[in-house]
Nanobody, 115 residues
Framework: QVQLVESGGGLVQAGGSLRLSCAASGSISSINSMGWYRQAPGKQREYVGTITSGGTTTYAESVKGRFGISRDNAKNTVYLQMNSLKPEDTGVYYC?????????WGQGTQVTVSS
């Protein structure tokens, strides 16, 4: 079992920045990769980006060049640095962990970008 807790959401103006955190606990050693997804009101959850256990990152085209994922292994925490935020980045951001092909989700944190 893996538990994930997100934090760092909030309200920011367009062009601003936020950093989200995802703290993992439980069977940490079983995690292959961790990622971020988001869900805007009335829309399906969509992929934002992923970081593997080896540190390789991938991103959705919509956030490439603006968002960055990093990890602090000592703290079992993954970060999502969001820069140049746009109103369309508004939504609930969820942390995901892939542990031996089992997916785990955090509770989500709200990000609102005002125009």
């Amino acid at each position: 079992q893996v538990q994930l807790v997100e934090s760092g959401g909030g309200l920011v103006q367009a062009g601003g920045s936020l950093r989200l955190s995802c703290a993992a606990s439980g069977s940490i050693s079983s995690i292959n990769s961790m990622g971020w997804y988001r869900q805007a009101p009335g829309k399906q959850r969509e992929y934002v980006g992923t970081i593997t256990s080896g540190g390789t990152t991938t991103y959705a085209e919509s956030v490439k060049g603006r968002f960055g994922i990093s990890r602090d292994n000592a703290k079992n925490t993954v970060y999502l640095q969001m820069n140049s935020l746009k109103p369309e980045d508004t939504g609930v951001y969820y942390c995901n962990a892939d542990a031996r092909r089992v997916g785990y989700w955090g509770q989500g944190t709200q990000v609102t970008v005002s125009s």
